[in-house]
């Protein structure tokens, strides 16, 4: 008898949907939805590094993606539906009421940005993270310490205190906050009240500073210290956490209509997308699986005992159970991938906003980044191309620091445009090799290297030149949604499929569909070229 299970994807910009046959790991439907008030560009301000999303967005497209997946599927898979799990973005949070309403859903909040999701990537924080940095690394206790040493401006508690001091209404109506992958399994199970809600290991492990060792999260008397506006948001909060796979409970009827689903469904625990596409692109201990998207975040998984008194610095954290339960989860990452060429496409094509319709400018700009590729690809390795540093955001991992920017270095008269792009592919590269020659200087080994995501099944150029820069072979999973189904997987798992993620894995997953090898000339160009790019990113 075949046993459905949807996995639901919430991206940076859009959600997916996919419905599995979760016996065998095949994709029955999918549907994608953008977010209508993002896609505008409603309640953001990049020269401000302010990206804020509506909650509204979430439910109304969530809905869509739902009922579209399941009219695509054979008649009836809607009564057969037996779990559903949940990624997001992260770190993601949102000022919530008693109840667990996000702030901009009350009237009177609901075009105040301050009461929105604060976006992953929102840096209007950099000075409450350097405050956190400054106080842990006099703390009797550095709460920091298993999120790589360094607070970065991308997590929670910079974000909710930047923003308990900028906006004093929502400061007077904020009860709690919640996470965006924590709030989207208490939505389908009608538990939404702050003190009571599962929360999500992996989200409170890698950007709140929840660890067991300190009891929780950070004490009362280490946020009041920070800033007394945290008074009493501590205990408003949560001390247990929950991995993946913890069913959170039970479709509730409101939202089964919602839906269009029947039958009883299970409703896994919420993580953050890297880490459920890591077991959706079938990570092993010691692989290094790259998410490849507008940023990366680079996943790697380790035994305990492997991990007993390790502590990498300049990560995003290492966490019990994070990606895989049952193993340490390692996060690193870019604050900016997809989005470098995103940028510099934006910027050679600025022109057409005044000279052509919408629908012209997109056709002529995908023509555009066709025409840098192929251009780029037919240069040689040689001085003539820029370096440049891959700091477009910030930097994420190594040693966060959202302060930085990028640079380019050896522009002259002949620099072209293809030059260029090929300079800002390589910076990205070289910011990748950062994060794998970390983890082995603190003597974490990296071994196969796995890549999901838009970037990795779309540009065998980019891919070319990661393999070369890395100097190792690059796997790409062959799901073209393994965020997706690494939720289906954990639906699978939560709805009593199967007895743990390993046998969800086993039996669900869909293998690699390329390999990227390393050409030993160019890698040895690299070699000399990376030097250079760590001296200009000193």
Same mark, same amino acid.
């Given at each position: 008898?075949?046993?459905?299970?949807?996995?639901?994807?919430?991206?940076?910009?859009?959600?997916?949907?996919?419905?599995?046959?979760?016996?065998?790991?095949?994709?029955?439907?999918?549907?994608? !939805?953008?977010?209508?008030?993002?896609?505008?560009?409603?309640?953001?301000?990049?020269?401000?590094?302010?990206?804020?999303?509506?909650?509204?967005? &979430?439910?109304?497209?969530? @809905?869509?993606?739902?009922?579209?997946?399941?009219?695509?599927?054979?008649?009836?898979?809607?009564?057969?539906?037996?779990?559903?799990?949940f990624?997001?973005?992260?770190?993601?949070? +949102?000022?919530?009421?008693?109840?667990?309403?996000?702030?901009?859903?009350?009237?009177?909040?609901?075009?105040?940005?301050?009461?929105?999701? @604060?976006?992953?990537k929102?840096?209007?924080?950099?000075?409450?993270?350097?405050?956190?940095?400054?106080?842990?690394?006099?703390?009797?206790?550095?709460?920091?310490?298993?999120?790589?040493?360094?607070?970065?401006?991308?997590?929670?508690?910079a974000?909710?205190?930047?923003?308990?001091? %900028?906006?004093?209404?929502?400061?007077?109506?904020a009860?709690?906050?919640?996470?965006?992958?924590?709030?989207?399994?208490?939505i389908?199970?009608?538990?939404?009240?702050?003190?009571?809600l599962?929360?999500?290991?992996?989200?409170a492990?890698?950007?709140?500073?929840?660890?067991?060792?300190?009891?929780?999260l950070?004490?009362?008397?280490?946020?009041?210290?920070?800033?007394?506006? =945290?008074?009493?948001?501590?205990?408003?909060?949560?001390t247990?956490? &929950?991995?993946?796979? &913890?069913?959170?409970?039970? =479709?509730?009827?409101?939202?089964?209509?919602?839906?269009?689903?029947?039958g009883?469904?299970?409703?896994?625990?919420?993580?953050?997308? !890297?880490?459920?596409?890591?077991?959706?692109?079938?990570?092993?201990? #010691?692989?290094?699986?790259?998410?490849?998207?507008?940023?990366?975040?680079?996943?790697?998984? %380790?035994?305990?005992?492997?991990?007993?008194?390790?502590?990498?610095?300049?990560?995003?954290?290492? +966490?019990?159970?994070?990606?895989?339960?049952?193993?340490?989860?390692?996060?690193?990452?870019? $604050?900016?991938?997809g989005?470098?060429?995103?940028?510099?496409?934006?910027?050679? $094509?600025?022109?057409?906003?005044?000279?052509?319709?919408?629908?012209?400018?997109?056709?002529?700009?995908?023509?555009? =980044?066709?025409?840098?590729?192929?251009?780029?690809?037919?240069?040689?390795?040689?001085?003539?191309?820029?370096?440049?540093?891959?700091?477009?955001?910030?930097?994420?991992?190594?040693?966060?620091?959202?302060?930085?920017?990028?640079?380019?270095?050896?522009?002259?008269?002949?620099?072209? !445009?293809?030059m260029?792009?090929? $300079?800002?592919?390589?910076?990205?590269?070289?910011?990748?090799?950062?994060?794998a020659?970390?983890?082995?200087?603190?003597?974490?080994?990296?071994?196969?290297?796995?890549? @999901?995501?838009?970037?990795?099944?779309?540009?065998?150029?980019?891919?070319?030149?990661?393999?070369?820069?890395?100097?190792?072979?690059?796997?790409?999973?062959s799901?073209?949604?393994?965020?997706?189904?690494?939720? !289906?997987?954990?639906?699978?798992?939560?709805a009593?499929? &199967?007895?743990n993620?390993?046998?969800?894995?086993?039996?669900?997953?869909?293998?690699?569909?390329?390999?990227?090898?390393?050409?030993?000339?160019?890698?040895?160009y #690299?070699?000399?070229?990376?030097?250079?790019?760590?001296?200009?990113?000193?």
């Amino acid at each position: 008898m075949e046993k459905y299970v949807i996995g639901l994807d919430f991206g940076t910009d859009s959600v997916r949907a996919v419905i599995v046959n979760a016996l065998n790991g095949k994709e029955i439907s999918s549907a994608v !939805a953008w977010y209508p008030r993002w896609k505008q560009g409603l309640f953001c301000d990049p020269l401000k590094n302010q990206y804020r999303q509506h909650p509204q967005d &979430y439910l109304d497209t969530m @809905i869509q993606v739902v009922r579209e997946a399941v009219s695509a599927a054979p008649e009836g898979t809607g009564n057969k539906v037996a779990g559903i799990s949940f990624d997001t973005t992260g770190s993601t949070p +949102v000022f919530v009421d008693r109840e667990g309403t996000p702030l901009a859903l009350k009237p009177e909040f609901c075009d105040n940005p301050n009461a929105m999701f @604060i976006l992953w990537k929102d840096h209007t924080a950099i000075a409450e993270a350097a405050e956190i940095n400054a106080l842990c690394s006099k703390w009797p206790i550095d709460y920091s310490k298993f999120e790589g040493g360094i607070y970065s401006s991308e997590w929670v508690w910079a974000k909710t205190l930047h923003v308990l001091r %900028a906006d004093e209404e929502v400061r007077k109506a904020a009860w709690s906050w919640v996470e965006h992958c924590d709030w989207m399994p208490a939505i389908l199970t009608g538990n939404t009240v702050p003190e009571t809600l599962i929360r999500s290991r992996c989200a409170a492990g890698h950007k709140a500073m929840w660890h067991e060792e300190f009891g929780g999260l950070p004490s009362e008397e280490f946020l009041v210290t920070l800033d007394p506006l =945290l008074a009493l948001f501590r205990r408003r909060l949560f001390t247990k956490t &929950y991995p993946a796979d &913890y069913k959170v409970g039970t =479709l509730v009827p409101e939202w089964a209509e919602k839906l269009g689903l029947t039958g009883e469904v299970s409703i896994g625990a919420g993580a953050f997308d !890297a880490h459920i596409g890591a077991v959706g692109g079938g990570i092993k201990p #010691y692989s290094l699986l790259r998410v490849m998207g507008t940023s990366t975040c680079d996943m790697l998984v %380790a035994p305990y005992g492997d991990m007993e008194g390790k502590l990498v610095r300049g990560i995003c954290g290492q +966490v019990d159970g994070s990606v895989v339960p049952g193993l340490i989860g390692l996060e690193a990452g870019q $604050s900016a991938f997809g989005d470098v060429y995103a940028w510099f496409k934006k910027m050679i $094509s600025w022109p057409l906003q005044f000279l052509a319709d919408d629908e012209e400018r997109n056709r002529i700009t995908d023509i555009i =980044l066709s025409k840098l590729t192929e251009q780029a690809s037919l240069l040689p390795d040689d001085e003539s191309i820029p370096i440049a540093t891959d700091w477009f955001n910030g930097r994420r991992t190594p040693d966060a620091d959202q302060s930085v920017t990028a640079t380019i270095s050896g522009l002259t008269l002949g620099t072209d !445009a293809p030059m260029l792009f090929k $300079s800002l592919v390589e910076a990205t590269a070289f910011g990748s090799r950062a994060i794998a020659e970390r983890f082995k200087e603190e003597g974490v080994p990296v071994g196969e290297v796995i890549a @999901i995501g838009g970037v990795a099944k779309k540009s065998p150029f980019v891919m070319q030149i990661l393999a070369d820069v890395m100097n190792t072979e690059i796997k790409v999973a062959s799901a073209d949604q393994a965020c997706a189904l690494g939720a !289906a997987m954990f639906a699978a798992t939560v709805a009593g499929i &199967y007895a743990n993620i390993g046998e969800a894995m086993t039996a669900m997953e869909q293998g690699f569909d390329a390999v990227y090898y390393p050409d030993p000339v160019k890698a040895a160009y #690299y070699d000399l070229k990376y030097q250079k790019y760590k001296a200009l990113a000193v």
